[in-house]
């Protein structure tokens, strides 16, 4: 079993940056990715980054160039630097981890909201 807790959300004026972290723990596998996701008000749930084991990054278009996603190791923690928010990255966001190539994991989410 693998427990994730997201930190670092809070409100933030546009243009502004956080930076997310994503605390694992509950287990010695090495994740076949770490990820983060995010549902914004009234809408699903929607991918935004993604850190695959072997070093290759996804993005959404939508954060292509402003957000940022990395891992340490050591720490077991998974980060997601978001620079130049706008009121449209205003979500909740989740972190997300698969093991063994099928099970999924969630953390409980923070909220980041973004002010004009």
């Known amino acids: 079993q693998v427990q994730l807790v997201e930190s670092g959300g809070g409100l933030v004026q546009a243009g502004g940056s956080l930076r997310l972290s994503c605390a694992a723990s509950g287990s010695r596998l090495s994740p076949n990715y770490m990820a983060w996701f995010r549902q914004p008000p009234g809408k699903q749930r929607e991918f935004v980054a993604r850190?695959?084991?072997?070093?290759?990054?996804e993005y959404a278009a939508s954060v292509k160039g402003r957000f940022s996603i990395s891992t340490d190791n050591a720490e077991n923690t998974a980060y997601l630097q978001m620079n130049g928010l706008t009121v449209e990255d205003t979500a909740v966001y989740s972190c997300n981890c698969r093991l063994g190539g099928a099970t999924d994991y969630w953390g409980q989410g923070t909220q980041v909201t973004v002010s004009s």
């Open positions: 850190l695959w084991v072997g070093g290759i990054t």
